[in-house]
C-alpha cells in the first residue's frame, strides 16, 4: 500500500484556480453581503445579479457541487479531493453557495437523490442542484436536540395524507427554504431509531408556523435570524411525501450527517489556515524594540504551537475523508474517524483563532478584523449536527468495538496482559537457555 501525500498536477491547476478566484471574487462579498440571512435567500437580488454568473465559471471549471456523483450534476472526485477544495472554500463565507456545496441543501440533496422517488427528485431535487432553491432539514427538537429518544413530533397517516403534529427547534433556514425536510415518528412502539420517518414538507403548507426567528448570538441586534422554531399543527402531505421507507429516518439521517460533519470539518481547516496566516502577516509586521514580534520568543513558539495544531488537524480531516473514500460513510471506521474529526474541530478553530486574534491585540479583538465572526463559529460548530460528547460517546463505542474484535485471548478479571510477573515468568521460559549460560558465566 503506498502512502502519497501529493496533488495531482491536474487538480493542483484547479485548486490553485479556485485560491484566487475566491480571494478576487469571493471574499469580497463576505463584506459587501455578510449574514447568513442574505446567503441563504436566494430571492435576494446578489443571486441574480452576482452569484449566479459567479457559479457559472465555477461549474465551467468543473469545479461545482463537488460532493455529489457526476450523474447529479457533481464531479465524483471523492472526499479527498473534495476536502482540499473545501479547504480553500473555507476562506470566505460564501465560498459553499459559489461552489454549490451550501449546507445544509448539500445533505438534503444527496439523500433526496439516493432515496427520492422520481417525483421528488423531480420536483425538489433539481432546482436546488442548480441552486435556485434553498431547503432546510428539521431534526432537532426543544425538549431533545441531542437525545433522540425524547422525540415527539408525530407524523400519522390519515388516507392518503400524512399528519404531522411537533416542534421543531433551529431549523436552519426554514424562513427562506421552499420545502422542508423533516424528521418525524411513525411509529411510537418501537425504539426512535426504527419508529422514525422523514417527510418532505413545502414551507407554504397550511399549519406551518414559526414561533420565533431564532438567529445564533451574533444576529443578536440586527435581528436576522435564520435557525427558526417551528410548530407544526395538523401540517398534511400526500402520503407519496414520505422519503425513503417508512422507519428509515435515522439511516438516512446517518448518510446525510456524517458526509455534512466531515465538510464543515475540511472548511475549518481553511478557516484555521487564515487565522494562522493572519497571525504570520502580524508577526512579521509588528515591530517591537527587538524587531518583529515572531522573533520574540514566545511568540515564535505560539506560531510554532498553531501550525502544527494545524497540520494535525488537516492530517487528521483529509485520513478521515480518505476512510470515507475507502469504505463509504456507514462503516464502522468512517464513524470513528469522522466523530474525532466532529469532536476536534471547534476545538482547534477556537485555539486557532485565539491565537491570532490575541497576536493583534486590541486590533484583533476590534471590529476591525474578521477574528470575531470565525471565533462565534466554533461553539455553533461543537452543537451543529450533535454536541462534542456525544460524538465523543460514538468515538469510545467504536475504539472499543475495534479492540474487542482484534483480541487474541480471553482477558483475566484481574491481571492485565502486560502484568510484569507473567510477563517475566514467560520471558525466562523462553529465553531460559541463554539466561542459564549467562547465569553460569
Ligand atoms: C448553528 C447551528 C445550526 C443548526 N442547524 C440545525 C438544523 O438545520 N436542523 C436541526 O434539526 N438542528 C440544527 N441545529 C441543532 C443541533 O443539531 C443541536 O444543537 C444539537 O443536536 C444539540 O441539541 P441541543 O442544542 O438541544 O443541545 P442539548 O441536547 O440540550 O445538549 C446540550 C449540552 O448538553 C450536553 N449533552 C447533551 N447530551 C449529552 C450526552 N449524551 N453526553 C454528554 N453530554 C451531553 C452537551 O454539553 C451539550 O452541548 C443547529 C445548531 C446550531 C448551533
Redesign the pocket.
Known amino acids: 500500500m503506498a502512502w502519497d501525500f501529493s496533488t495531482e498536477p491536474e487538480f493542483q491547476e484547479k485548486l490553485d484556480w479556485a485560491r484566487d478566484f475566491i480571494d478576487r471574487e469571493v471574499k469580497p462579498l463576505d463584506i459587501a453581503f455578510p449574514g447568513e440571512h442574505v446567503v441563504f435567500d436566494k430571492s435576494h437580488p446578489v443571486h441574480q445579479s452576482i452569484i449566479y454568473p459567479l457559479q457559472e465559471q465555477v461549474k465551467a471549471k468543473r469545479l461545482w457541487a463537488c460532493h455529489l456523483a457526476p450523474a447529479l450534476g457533481g464531479q465524483g472526485y471523492g472526499q479527498v479531493k473534495l476536502a482540499l477544495l473545501q479547504e480553500q472554500l473555507g476562506h470566505a463565507n460564501w465560498g459553499m453557495v459559489v461552489f454549490g456545496c451550501q449546507a445544509?441543501d448539500s445533505g438534503n440533496a444527496e439523500i433526496i437523490a439516493h432515496y427520492g422517488t422520481e417525483a421528488q427528485k423531480q420536483k425538489y431535487l433539481q432546482p436546488l442542484l442548480d441552486s435556485r432553491i434553498s431547503s432546510?432539514?428539521?431534526?432537532?427538537e426543544?425538549q431533545?436536540?441531542?437525545?433522540p429518544s425524547l422525540f415527539t413530533c408525530r407524523a400519522e397517516l390519515d388516507g392518503d395524507e400524512w399528519i404531522i403534529n411537533g416542534e421543531?427547534?433551529?431549523?436552519?433556514?426554514a424562513n427562506v427554504a421552499e420545502f422542508i425536510i423533516v424528521m418525524a415518528i411513525t411509529n411510537k412502539d418501537v425504539p426512535v431509531h426504527q419508529g422514525a420517518s422523514m417527510l418532505l414538507v413545502p414551507c407554504n403548507t397550511p399549519g406551518l408556523e414559526t414561533i420565533r426567528e431564532t438567529g445564533?448570538f451574533s444576529d443578536i441586534h440586527s435581528k436576522t435570524g435564520t435557525?427558526p422554531y417551528l410548530r407544526f399543527n395538523h401540517v398534511r402531505v400526500p402520503k407519496d411525501h414520505l422519503l425513503g421507507e417508512e422507519g428509515q429516518g435515522f439511516m438516512l439521517a446517518q448518510v446525510r450527517l456524517a458526509g455534512g460533519r466531515l465538510h464543515h470539518a475540511m472548511r475549518t481547516v481553511g478557516n484555521c489556515q487564515r487565522a494562522l496566516d493572519m497571525m504570520c502577516e502580524r508577526g512579521l509586521a509588528r515591530q517591537t524594540r527587538n524587531g518583529s514580534l515572531s522573533r520574540n520568543p514566545v511568540v515564535g513558539e505560539q506560531i510554532a504551537d498553531t501550525w502544527a495544531k494545524v497540520q494535525a488537524f488537516r492530517m487528521q480531516v483529509m485520513h478521515a475523508a480518505w476512510i470515507m473514500d475507502q469504505q463509504g460513510p456507514l462503516a464502522h471506521e468512517t464513524r470513528l474517524h469522522v466523530a474525532a474529526v466532529k469532536a476536534a474541530t471547534p476545538q482547534v478553530l477556537k485555539d486557532v483563532v485565539w491565537a491570532a486574534m490575541h497576536l493583534h491585540g486590541s486590533l484583533g479583538v476590534s471590529d476591525e478584523m474578521p477574528f470575531g465572526g470565525m471565533w462565534n463559529t466554533a461553539p455553533?460548530l461543537?452543537?451543529?449536527?450533535?454536541?462534542?460528547?456525544?460524538h465523543k460517546?460514538t468515538m469510545a463505542k467504536e475504539i472499543m468495538r475495534r479492540f474487542k474484535s482484534e483480541l487474541r485471548e480471553e482477558l483475566h478479571p484481574l491481571w492485565p496482559s502486560e502484568h510484569l510477573p507473567a510477563r517475566r515468568e514467560a520471558a525466562d521460559k523462553k529465553y531460559a537457555h541463554v539466561l542459564e549460560q549467562a547465569n553460569n558465566d
Not at 431533545?144 to 437525545?147: E, L
Open positions: 445544509p432546510c432539514y428539521s431534526m432537532t426543544p431533545g436536540g441531542a437525545d421543531k427547534w433551529y431549523s436552519s433556514s445564533n435557525h455553533m461543537a452543537c451543529a449536527d450533535g454536541p462534542t460528547e456525544v460517546a
